[in-house]
């Protein structure tokens, strides 16, 4: 009777014991490079919020060089909140908090980025109307992450920044390293993308420069150094994460290959692009003729200026048709040298490096769209009067009409 009285009381203390004792979970996840790549045989280190060590151990290694990877687990973990820290052996390592509650969890994927600091943001007095939302730059819930976004100007130039707002002729910003506020003109951008490969602005110059290069021959230099001939290029028209198609005759199996336009460097059209410096050329020298005429009608206050250069086709042939006949194909090889000597055939995208700069300047001159900006001062009045106003509302007016009529039938 005692003995079994002892061995009650002996179990009943184990289970007292056990019952006070936390219960304990496992942590596991996944580490990956910025592009995408398994992180395989890295230190992970798992610490309390005071940065104490607690626990080491590695990812694992692919098997066959080819299956599963990057992956590490942690056993035995008290409810609590903890961080994360994975050596990546490069400018950034892996920071990842969180918090273990009363099950095992698996914090997923983890990439190497910085944390950004928060701050306050800045409301920056502007007379413009915002023709873009305000862009969030806190975090989302349960994300320590914010979003940032990548400025590129038209010499290359890239910054890291949180773009605040973008508004009719500028973009405001806070720069992502000392958290300073500032701002920069649309005519000196040359694109702006986020973390994500969404691209938010796109300046005119990089559209031009895109639909000069479509289906044109040529070859591409990555941000590898990589280098990669074709015989056509075709670019998507999208703001997220748009891809480069190209085709390549010397393929026998004739398959197309994508490319993400965010692993482009450089793309140099072939000999294909003289058709552009032709037709620039052309038209350079229609405006020419046709502006010096034009000022010559203004003098004389009469057509004959536009009339001389039509011949009279009887003999003897008089005019000065000539003049249009020698100062085009004038304009035209004098474009086709200019374009060689300025090397227009080679465009850059993405920058290799923050203070790296383009070897040229990326902006290209659009007389159409010069002409438009300088007119603004005298059309937007006229756009804006009441009479203007009046007529292109005329459609709004008729729908609310209707809508009141329905409105009192209803009723």
Known sequence: ????????????????????????????????????????????????????????????????????????????????????????????????????KNKSINVGRLYPFKEFPKYVQTDYPSTNL?????????????????????????????????????????????????????????????????????????????????????????????????????DNIFFENEMDNPQVATFHLSDSTINTKYHSIFDIYKVRTGPSYVSTSVRKGFWNGIYTIGGIVTLQALVTKSFKPYLSLAPDFTPPIEGNYGTVVTIIPLFTLGRITYDWYKDKRSNYFMPTHENDPYPKNMFVFSFSKWVWKKSQPVIKPIINSRLVKWWSNRKLRKVQKEAAKRKSASD
């Open 1 to 100: 009777m005692k003995v079994i009285r002892f061995i009650l009381i002996i179990g009943f203390v184990f289970q007292s014991i056990h019952a006070q004792a936390p219960k304990q979970y496992n942590v596991k996840g996944t580490a990956y490079y910025k592009s995408n790549i398994l992180i395989e045989e890295a230190e992970v280190i798992l610490m309390d919020t005071t940065e104490k060590v607690i626990s080491r151990t590695k990812t694992s290694k692919k098997l066959l060089k080819r299956f599963g990877g990057g992956k590490f687990t942690f056993s035995n973990i008290k409810p609590g909140h903890y961080k994360i820290r994975i050596i990546t052996e490069e400018e950034v390592n892996i920071n990842h908090r969180f918090e273990v």
């Open 130 to 230: 915002f023709k873009m939302r305000r862009f969030s730059t806190e975090p989302t819930p349960g994300d320590s992450i914010n979003i940032r976004h990548i400025i590129v100007d038209l010499n290359g130039i890239a910054k890291t920044v949180v773009v605040d707002s973008v508004v009719d002729d500028s973009t405001y910003y806070t720069d992502a390293n000392n958290l300073n506020t500032n701002m920069i003109q649309k005519d000196s951008t040359y694109f702006i993308y986020n973390d994500y490969g969404v691209f938010i602005f796109k300046s005119r110059s990089f559209k031009d420069r895109i639909n000069e290069l479509q289906q044109r021959d040529g070859f591409i230099i990555f941000q590898n150094n990589d280098t990669l001939y074709f």
